[in-house]
């Protein structure tokens, strides 16, 4: 009987409405499953690497304007409120602009506290040095060969912080691995080994 009942709702709706459910429920989706991983530890914005030759910081960490948690947002508000504004009738050359103001208003909430999260977590007035011979755990993924950077967790002064960190192992470290510090380079980026344990 439910089954029929939606059935019956969802030819009943126009074309556009279609459209802006589809895209609300789907973006709804990938919404919640983006806040879950999170929430488990992982960063879904790690494997998201844009090739560019513009000199720009755009969907860098330190202005993540094109991570996938912003990108999600944007679509998530720009269907929903579709889903709203189609409901009360309105036109589509009404519907278009509310949606993507409203989209808009969404991705630039979630890079403000992306920011100001990031600026929270690396923070901090203790010397890095004190990290050298530490131990920490892998967060993103660290490419072999100093080829590129990932991030681990470590404890400095009490506090849990997140540091950009390279090795030069000659095989990825993977999130998880614990890792031992052994050098601070510039912009406080860990040289890091991993641990055999």
């Known amino acids: 009987m439910l ?7 969802w030819l009943a709706l126009t074309g556009l409405e279609q459209f802006f459910w589809i895209m609300a429920i789907l973006s709804s989706a990938v919404f919640l499953i983006v806040f879950v991983v999170n929430l488990l530890g992982f960063d879904t914005d790690a494997d998201i690497e844009v ?4 000199d720009t910081n755009l969907g860098s960490p330190d202005f993540p304007v094109f991570s996938l948690k912003a990108i999600t947002a944007f679509f998530t508000f720009f269907s929903w409120t579709g889903v709203l504004l189609t409901g009360e009738g309105r ?29 929270f977590t690396e923070s901090g007035t203790a010397d890095p040095l004190d990290l050298i011979f530490e131990k920490g755990d892998v967060y993103i993924p660290i490419p072999p060969g100093q080829s590129g950077r990932g991030k681990v967790h470590v404890t400095h ?8 960190a390279v090795t030069m192992d000659e095989n ?9 510090i052994l050098e601070i380079l510039p912009e406080n980026t860990l040289l890091v080994e991993r641990v055999h344990e």
């Open 3 to 9: 089954i029929l009942s939606l059935n019956d709702w």
């Open 51 to 54: 090739e560019t030759d513009i």
């Open 91 to 119: 036109s589509i050359w009404e519907i278009i602009p509310y949606s993507i103001i409203s989209g808009i208003l969404a991705m630039a909430l979630v890079v403000i506290l992306l920011k100001k999260f990031a600026d």
């Open 157 to 164: 002064n009490k506090a849990l912080r997140e540091m950009y």
């Open 172 to 180: 990825p470290l993977s999130t998880g691995e614990k890792v031992r």
